[in-house]
T-cell receptor
Framework: QQQVKQSPQSLIVQKGGISIINCAYE??????FPWYQQFPGKGPALLIA???DVSEKKEGRFTISFNKSAKQFSLHIMDSQPGDSATYFC????????????WGAGTKLIIKP | NAGVTQTPKFQVLKTGQSMTLQCAQD?????MSWYRQDPGMGLRLIHY???????DQGEVPNGYNVSRSTTEDFPLRLLLAAPSQTSVYFC??????????????FGPGTRLTVL
C-alpha cells in the first residue's frame, strides 16, 4: 500500500511534442505529490508538486494532473525541448509526517531534436 | 549557500573494506537522509535523521551506519563493503515546517564501486 507505481520506464518524444509520465498510488492518506527532475551526474531536484485539493497545477510548460478517485497523477511537459531530457521521479507523502517520501522508479525521458 | 555537499564524488573499494561517505548542509535543515540509487529501482531510503542526535532506519539499512552529532553533518558508514553496495549514494536535507519538510534538497551524489 506504500508503493508508487510509475510508467513508462523510458520515453522518447520529438522536440515540440507533449511528454506524459504517469504515477499511481494506493495509500489514500497521501496528500503531497511532488515530481523531481534529475540530470545525469546530478542529484534530483524538485520540479513541481501538488496537493489533492486541486486537480491541476501548472508551472510554465510543466503541468501536474491529479485524479483523486483513480488515485493517479501525471506530469505533462508541453512543447518538450532537448533540455528537458532527464530522469523524472514521482513521489508521495503525508504532509507533516516523518518527512519520508515514497518514490516511483523513475522515467528516463529523451527529447529528440 | 553551498547547499548539500557530498564527498567523495567517486570511490572504489575492495570487498570487506570500510569507509565513510560525508554529507554536509549549510541550510540549517532539520531533516537529513541517505538514499541509494540503482538502475530501474528509483531511490531507496537507507537511513534518515530528524535532528541532531536522532536517527532511524529506512527501507534498506543493512550494512550501513549513521550518526548525527551536529545539524550540519550526516555521515554514512559502510561497515564491511560488499559488491551489492555498488551504487550511487545521495544525501538530502529538508527544512522544518509542515510543507517545507517534504521538499528535499539533494547533494551531487557519490558513485561507489565495490570490487
Amino acid at each position: 500500500q506504500q508503493q508508487v507505481k510509475q510508467s513508462p520506464q523510458s520515453l522518447i518524444v520529438q522536440k515540440g511534442g507533449i511528454s506524459i509520465i504517469n504515477c499511481a498510488y494506493e495509500n489514500t492518506a497521501f496528500d503531497y505529490f511532488p515530481w523531481y527532475q534529475q540530470f545525469p551526474g546530478k542529484g534530483p531536484a524538485l520540479l513541481i508538486a501538488i496537493r489533492p485539493d486541486v486537480s491541476e497545477k501548472k508551472e510554465g510548460r510543466f503541468t501536474i494532473s491529479f485524479n483523486k478517485s483513480a488515485k493517479q497523477f501525471s506530469l505533462h511537459i508541453m512543447d518538450s525541448q532537448p533540455g528537458d531530457s532527464a530522469t523524472y521521479f514521482c513521489a508521495a507523502s503525508i504532509l507533516g509526517s516523518n518527512y519520508q517520501l515514497i518514490w516511483g522508479a523513475g522515467t528516463k525521458l529523451i527529447i529528440k531534436p | 549557500n553551498a547547499g548539500v555537499t557530498q564527498t567523495p564524488k567517486f570511490q572504489v573499494l575492495k570487498t570487506g573494506q570500510s569507509m565513510t561517505l560525508q554529507c554536509a548542509q549549510d541550510m540549517n535543515h532539520e531533516y537529513m537522509s541517505w538514499y541509494r540509487q540503482d538502475p530501474g529501482m528509483g531511490l531507496r531510503l537507507i537511513h534518515y535523521s530528524v535532528g541532531a542526535g536522532i536517527t532511524d532506519q529506512g527501507e534498506v539499512p543493512n550494512g550501513y551506519n549513521v550518526s548525527r552529532s551536529t545539524t550540519e553533518d550526516f555521515p554514512l558508514r559502510l561497515l564491511l563493503a560488499a559488491p551489492s553496495q555498488t551504487s550511487v549514494y545521495f544525501c538530502a536535507s529538508s527544512p522544518s515546517g509542515r510543507e517545507g519538510r517534504n521538499e528535499q534538497f539533494f547533494g551531487p551524489g557519490t558513485r561507489l564501486t565495490v570490487l
